[in-house]
């Protein structure tokens, strides 16, 4: 018998602090720079983002999500065979924060790996989950994380700030005779690796005080991505998912992309042939939640009825390097 993955439970987790546009927009006034926020504002449709204790770090993020879903599913953290967390805002260099994730959450039996393609990270480990699944019959239930805590590696001064807001949200998958999964496409150009990260504190530039003084182990924008590397990267997967996997978009029920810009999903919703309407969206009351943000934004959709039993959902992110990752699977 066959056997696909299967999404039994979501959640997400949302830290307590807020930070509204209006704070910022004093900061950066303060500073000499009064015309950011409102700028950031109109290109992405962002209006708050929330931020976790200071002492906090990424696998106490992904800890509330990660309860809450197992919760959800009525499962217990000893019953977790396998945790995958996705996140570019990691606890350490190493080790993985899935296995300090794994050990908060008490998930003993779990083993565990991260996924680090950035914000393309969730679907990319979605897709991992349903392969591994799908091919061993003992794994029985996996635990998919994506976490985000990158406002906590960017200097308070730089402007990017506004779109960091912090966050988790997390799945249970398990095995089962219909799918469940469908299919993944993904893609990727390495072209594009200088342009915005974190380039001090690896193997290329180990980090040094000088590193540290001059603000290359935090995260930088260093050149702007054109508009097309999502519009058409985004609207070249989803084609690409449809064709190979059969479906087409008058079958999709829902679309969860990447949260960094209304307007963008808007434009990618119309080449795709969707309704916007189908393309939940968070980044207005959340900000940009980064790695975490599609698996927020598909609880919310969950949660609020917008997804049901039997839909078919389709997952497209994008991160950077850039990495691209989309899937495509059917509500249990």
């Known amino acids: 018998m066959t056997r696909y993955a299967t999404i039994i439970s979501t959640a997400h987790y949302l830290p307590e602090r807020k930070i509204t546009n209006e704070d910022l927009d004093k900061h950066f006034t303060s500073i000499g720079i009064p015309d950011v926020v409102r700028k950031f504002a109109e290109a992405s449709g962002i209006t708050q ?20 879903a197992l919760k959800r599913a009525g499962r217990k953290p000893e019953d977790v065979d396998l945790i995958i967390l996705g996140t570019d805002s990691p606890d ?9 994730l794994q050990y908060k959450l008490g998930a003993k039996n779990a083993g565990t790996f991260d996924i ?40 308070p001064n730089d402007p990017t700030i506004f779109f960091y807001g912090d966050g988790a949200g997390a799945v249970v998958m398990e095995g089962g005779p219909k799918p469940g999964f469908i299919g993944t496409a993904m893609q990727a150009d390495g072209s594009f690796h200088p342009n915005w990260g974190i380039y001090s504190g690896g193997t290329f530039e180990p980090a040094s005080e000088e590193s540290v003084k001059a603000g290359r182990t935090k995260v930088k924008l260093v050149r702007r991505y054109p508009l097309e590397v999502n519009r058409e990267g985004w609207t070249n997967l989803f084609h690409r998912l449809a064709k190979e996997n059969n479906f087409t978009s008058n079958d999709v029920d829902q679309i969860i992309f990447t949260q960094v810009s209304k307007p963008t999903i808007e434009f990618v919703a119309q080449a795709c042939g969707v309704p916007v309407e189908k393309c939940h969206m968070v980044m207005d009351k959340w900000g940009y939640t980064g790695s975490s943000s599609i698996a927020m934004a598909f609880d919310d959709a969950v949660t609020s009825e917008k997804i049901k039993s039997g839909d078919l959902v389709v997952m497209i992110g994008s991160g950077v390097g850039y990495n691209q990752a989309s899937v495509a699977f059917r509500m249990g």
Request: proline share 7%.
């Open 49 to 68: 983002r929330f931020y976790a204790p200071e002492e906090w770090c990424t696998s106490d993020l992904a800890l509330p999500a990660a309860q809450e």
């Open 92 to 100: 350490y260099i190493t080790p993985a924060t899935s296995v300090v």
């Open 116 to 155: 680090s393609c950035a914000c393309a990270s969730f679907p990319a480990a979605i897709a991992s989950a349903s392969g591994i699944i799908a091919i061993n019959p003992s794994i029985k239930t996996v635990l998919v994380v994506g976490a985000y805590m990158m406002h906590k590696l960017c200097d």
